[in-house]
């Protein structure tokens, strides 16, 4: 159909989103699964974030990831910071993309990182300014934009004054989270319709999780508001402590099987992103909620 846009880009998210939700996994492991990623064509990866190791132990060896990984040239890699300190860190290990979050709710933001918002906002400026004395771009992602845990709804009115901020602050682009996974399209349809009419310029992408069956029907809804770029974690990995019984991101498998079947290109290999997702279930020991991982794509008939 004419209203889908021919390609999509997928930032893969298992590496870090998805193992910081899960028990530690040994660094050896890590680097088995960001080359994986790598050889399927998928275009971008976070590869670690670099927060203090109370805070996330399972990112405690980010530095020694980082290091260790055999790196493919065509694909971008991104790290998250919650602060400055971190992202001297990521700077120090030579990325150029960097990300960092701050959540739409107040209540979720404090429980979060013991700041309110506009605290974090405030933060944000000054080390937007530092990655770009560095050379490097800066992506502001907004949690809970679709609704919050502890809050409830969340008014698509604070998120799109949330983007004023950063975006006069200097962020490069601008990313949505469905943290617990409560958004459903007509709130994604809200909130994207929300921020575009005030910022079209500015470079959107999308992140959804699973938790109650939603995450590809909103993508479906993006897509047909001309969002082109999306997050996914490999097999469905992760979840979110807020979150009980959360299955986690949506899987990168799912989101290429649906796209390529409606002849979106996303140059990722399915069958080798099928293949990541099961060296992801291995590595975690245990199954993964990815139904394509299950089942195989549609194509795959029974000898």
């Known amino acids: 159909m004419d209203r889908w846009p021919a390609r999509v880009s997928i930032r893969e998210v298992g590496p870090r989103d998805g193992l910081q939700n899960e028990q530690p996994v040994p660094t050896a492991d890590k680097v088995r699964l960001i080359e994986a990623l790598g050889a399927t064509g998928v275009g971008r990866i976070e590869a670690v974030s670099f927060v203090h190791p109370k805070a996330i132990p399972q990112m405690a060896d980010a530095d020694e990831v980082w290091g260790s990984i055999k790196r493919f040239p065509e ?11 971190g992202a001297q860190r990521a700077l120090d290990a030579r990325f150029t993309e960097v990300e960092v979050v701050v959540s739409a709710s107040d209540t979720h933001n404090r429980r979060n990182i013991n700041r309110s918002t506009d605290e974090s906002l405030d933060d944000i400026a000054a080390l937007v300014e530092m990655l770009h004395g560095a050379g490097a771009t800066a992506e502001v992602i907004i949690a809970t934009s679709f609704g919050c845990p502890y809050e409830g709804d969340v008014d698509p009115g604070r998120v799109a004054a949330i983007v004023d901020r ?28 929300r921020v575009r009419e005030r910022h079209s310029e500015v470079p959107m992408l999308l992140h959804f999780h699973n938790t109650r069956g939603t995450a590809l029907a909103n993508i479906l809804i993006a897509l047909e508001l001309g969002v082109t770029e999306f997050d996914a974690s490999v097999g469905g990995l992760g979840g979110c402590p807020y979150a009980p019984g959360a299955t986690g991101n949506v899987a990168t498998e799912e989101v290429v099987h649906m796209l390529h079947d409606m002849g979106i290109d996303t140059g990722i290999d399915l069958e080798k992103m099928i293949d990541a997702a099961r060296l992801a279930q291995e590595i975690v020991g245990r199954e993964l909620p990815s139904g394509v991982l299950r089942a195989g794509p549609r194509t795959r008939l029974v000898g």
Do not use: I, K
Request: charged share 20%; net charge positive; aromatic share 6%.
């Open 166 to 193: 950063v975006v006069a602050h200097g962020a490069d682009r601008v990313a949505f989270g469905d943290t617990t996974g409560m958004a459903t399209p007509t709130r994604v349809r809200d909130v994207v319709s």
């Open 75 to 85: 694909v971008r890699y991104s790290a998250l910071v919650p602060n400055v300190r």
